[in-house]
């Protein structure tokens, strides 16, 4: 066994200062590595298309990028899920703003 120390977002808020827990790893087991990136509408993105089976979403510039690869049934599966949570988005945004008229 190897102690390695992660560093993650708490459980309650992201946002909130960081914790370092120790964590046992069996060298033999699979390791679950978990990372997180918030984009907004001012952050910048990008594609790139590798070979013709695969591309690359870039969020960020410079030294502050966060990329991710898709094959071309995950992306067409990630475009249909973004279509959904926009449509539910835009029904919460509609009602909370006839809420407020």
Request: charged share 25%; hydrophobic share 40%; aromatic share 6%.
């Amino acid at each position: 066994m190897a102690e390695l120390a992660l560093e993650g977002p708490t459980h309650r808020n992201r946002r909130q200062k960081r914790n370092v827990q120790p964590v046992a790893l069996d060298l033999f087991s699979p390791i679950k590595v978990v990372s997180w990136a918030s984009a907004h509408g001012s952050c910048p993105m990008r594609y790139t298309i590798n070979g013709g089976d695969e591309m690359v979403i870039i969020f960020g510039s410079g030294t502050n990028e966060f990329e991710f690869a898709f094959d071309v049934d995950a992306l067409r599966a990630l475009v249909q899920l973004g279509t959904e949570a926009l449509t539910e988005m835009d029904s919460r945004a509609e009602a909370t703003s006839s809420e407020q008229s």
